[in-house]
T-cell receptor, first 115, second 112 residues
């Protein structure tokens, strides 16, 4: 079965550079979430989109932006990278089921290393 | 706000030992509860879930029961294996957006 696809899997950047991470949700999933997981930490919610509109915002720095496109894939853009941005970035998707507990499916993550 | 508190690790057990990882939560409304597992170098995988009080989630020998009266969702396994070594995250979701709110994770190491 198709899963959530994230690219690239690994990315190395230098301070002050920019990076773009991509997420392709499971087909027919209309909601995408981005999480950041630092070394040895729990995932921190960054931002989510439902039907191409931002639906919730968490601890996403102003240097970061994201959007969901017409084909439901999402991109996380990170500018002026800092050493502390080094982390594993997870994308998750689900199909909105109203008040149901539609399961979140996670991608394998994109590991960003900032040197 | 909503929050999840889980037992601190690391937890080290011998193979075939009994495992309990405690998880309690605070939430408004009626959350769904989850356990996710993260194996070394891998992504997050849903281990089990429960969507209402008294539901029991189970998978791969792991179980957790949604206890509304104690606001808990403790993870248990009767006999752990070396391959269970991983980090386990308790999480909840609530509201229309249903983003996950995570515990800090509990690292489990199982020795042969």
């Amino acid at each position: 079965a198709a899963g959530v696809i994230q690219s690239p899997r690994h990315l190395i950047k230098e301070k002050r550079e920019t990076a773009t991470l991509k997420c392709y949700p499971i087909p027919r999933h209309d909601t995408v979430y981005w999480y950041q997981q630092g070394p040895g930490q729990d995932p921190q919610f960054l931002i989510s989109f439902y039907e191409k509109m931002q639906s919730d915002k968490g601890s996403i720095p102003d240097r970061f932006s994201a959007q969901q496109f017409s084909d439901y894939h999402s991109e996380l853009n990170m500018s002026s990278l800092e050493l502390g941005d080094s982390a594993l970035y997870f994308c998750a998707s689900r199909r909105f089921l109203g008040h149901g507990a539609g399961e979140l499916f996670f991608g394998e993550g994109s590991r960003l290393t900032v040197l | 706000g909503d929050s999840v508190t889980q037992m601190e690790g690391p937890v080290t057990l011998s193979e075939e030992a009994f495992l309990t990882i405690n998880c309690t939560y605070t939430a408004t409304g009626y959350p769904s509860l989850f356990w996710y597992v993260q194996y070394p170098g891998e992504g997050l995988q849903l281990l089990l879930k429960a969507t209402k009080a008294d539901d029991k989630g189970s998978n791969k020998g792991f179980e957790a029961t949604y206890r509304k009266e104690t606001t808990s969702f403790h993870l248990e396994k009767g006999s752990v294996q070396v391959s269970d070594s991983a980090v386990y995250f308790c999480a909840l979701s609530t509201g229309n957006n249903r983003k996950l709110i995570w515990g800090l994770g509990t690292s489990l190491a199982v020795n042969p």
